[in-house]
């Protein structure tokens, strides 16, 4: 061991108990990155009151919060625009929240067409939202929710506002109680994997160590991230638990680990080198083999499970050229998907398992959307390179990383159009890998 | 109808309508309290975030190129007593001019008996990332196939493959693509 090795094992000492030393700080008030958004075409005028206070937030804090976090969201559907605040005539403070306490008129006359109107009671660290969602020209209320929680749950009270607002306004419930992670270099110069809410709220840096950090993969319940990391300076996946913070290596003894992904019900796929062969394996959530699903001198990474569970998606150049395939997850024939182009990676299946979107590569990189049985192949994408996609739990969005603005970000697009809503992130350092979780609340 | 969720800092509680009594939230909060004890019971594996190790099994250090922290991550093209060898675009093929190129590192080796090498393998930015961990891992088993042909002990030998992870250099031209797609040899003792 040389004087050097000897150092950085004598620092990596200090630093863990530095660590325990300084635990990391709570959370403070929920904050958003700073993002432009321009509303699409046709996007439905929506008006959010301040939550009038019944008691307890006399600071109009938890207002700020509730009313901060519904307007992102409701802006990034693409489904609303926010009728500008400062042309609201109504006081939240001194007028009726529910029907026949306050006046349609104020609301019709400054053009919003819907209404989000709501009561907050705090007491201590509890707090109460009440939110309701009003239909303007008709006067009607169409849907009220409650909510409790502390503080820190303010946030997440207005995803779930959001989400059923496009419920009953579009007949599919929002995407926005939802996490996403990626890959960032805004610590610095290496690659690192964060968590935030789709909104870009509630940032958590996940991996913390100077070397690359890759692929991060949720299942199904969002209690459980996979990703690849050279932290040990060699490749290996790792299984974090999101609720008590902890990881264990996944180690099936297959070789050199290439990437993976998780299975709806937390099974692992993992992609391992042997020989210069790379073939996926079904493990259990402990690392152990289930079964090979690829057996072959190939290259076969980048799986991705249908939300059934039934079939997965992944790359292989079993053909000589990179391409697509579906396999079920119970072993059998693989069946390749994409033919045209001869460099298509990185597919995403659908949340209804219907379709696979991938990237294909032309002069860089662009998202098509393809049928899984192989037909209807349409490219999303145009501007830039477009690398990632990752599907939303409703299956309306796909977030993906481009480096259309300059250095790569994460954007959010309409699976149906390609029409591009907005960046996700701030742009600091590049960010890549996008993975969208399944709703958090179920 | 209620239903409880995990949150961020504790646990929401939604109801479905406005009637909601105050022995359902009671029992909800039961709930909650037993799920957050479970939970801590549960605690196993290692707390994400402590500082890397110093030393891997795979820490050997490369010379030149960019310096990782404690240059424990290779891709370093320049310096070493071996030489890279390069590939085509998408390809893992040893070409015909490298064959020197692997006859002069085997030699070295031969010549050098107690040292061992990782061959690692490297692609250039323009393909996926994950099938490019995969590439390179399939450039690096190529070199070391090739290298135990020419009679180096397999034992000596590791592989490793960064992908497009570690770029020489990273302007879009042909040159740069191709000075990246390589298999480069860090010799430890």
Known sequence: MGVRNRLSAI???????????????????????????TSAAKAQ???????KNLGGDDSHQVSATFVKVLMRDLTLSSFFRIVDPASYIEDAQNSGFDIGQFNFADWSSIGADFLVKGTVTRDGDKISVEALLFDVPQQRRMMGKKFSGDPHDVGEMARRFADAILLNATGTRGPFDSKLAFVSTRGGRFKEIYTSWLDGGGLFRVTDNPTINLFPAFDRSVTHLLYLSYKTY?????????????????NPGLGQAVGGALTPDGQIIGAFERAGSTNLYLLTQGGNLVRSL????????????????????????????PQIYTESLDGGDAHRITYKGDYNTAPAFS???????????????????????????????????????????????????????????????????????????????????????????? | MSRIQRGRGGWVVEAGGFARTLAIAMVIAGLALAGCSSKKNANEGSQLNPSPNGMGEGGLNGTGGPQYANGSLGGNGAGGPLSDIHF???EATIQPQDNSVLKANADWLTAHPNTRVQIEGHCDDRGSEEYNIALGAKRAQAAKDYLTTLGIDGGRMSTISYGKELPLCTDETEDCWAQNRRDHFAVAQ
């Not at chain 1, 005028?45 to 939550?51: D, F, G, H, W």
């Open chain 2, 88 to 90: 085509d675009l998408n």
């Open chain 1, 351 to 442: 949340p209804d398992c219907k379709k696979i979107a991938y990237e294909s590569r032309q002069s860089g990189f662009q998202i098509y959307v393809i049928n899984s049985d192989g037909t209807g192949a349409r490219q999303l994408t145009q501007s830039g390179s477009n690398q990632g996609p990752a599907w939303s739990p409703d299956g309306r969005y796909i977030a993906f990383s481009s480096n259309r603005g300059g250095g790569s970000r994460i954007y959010l697009m309409r699976a149906r159009d390609g029409y591009v809503i907005a960046p996700l992130t701030e742009g600091q350092g590049n960010e890549s890998n996008p993975a969208w979780s399944w709703w958090m609340g179920g």
């Open chain 1, 45 to 51: 005028p929506i008006a959010v009151s301040a939550l």
């Open chain 1, 11 to 37: 620092l990596a000492a200090l630093l863990v108990l530095a660590c325990a030393i300084f635990p990391a700080p709570v959370r403070a008030q929920e904050s958003l990155p700073p993002i432009e958004i």
């Open chain 1, 294 to 321: 690829t057996d072959n001198h190939a290259i076969n990474v980048g799986p991705s499970v249908c939300a059934d569970g039934g079939q997965f998606a992944f790359t292989s150049d079993r053909s000589g050229t």
């Open chain 1, 234 to 250: 060699t490749p290996i996946l790792y299984l974090v638990d999101l609720g008590n913070q902890t990881e264990v290596p996944i």
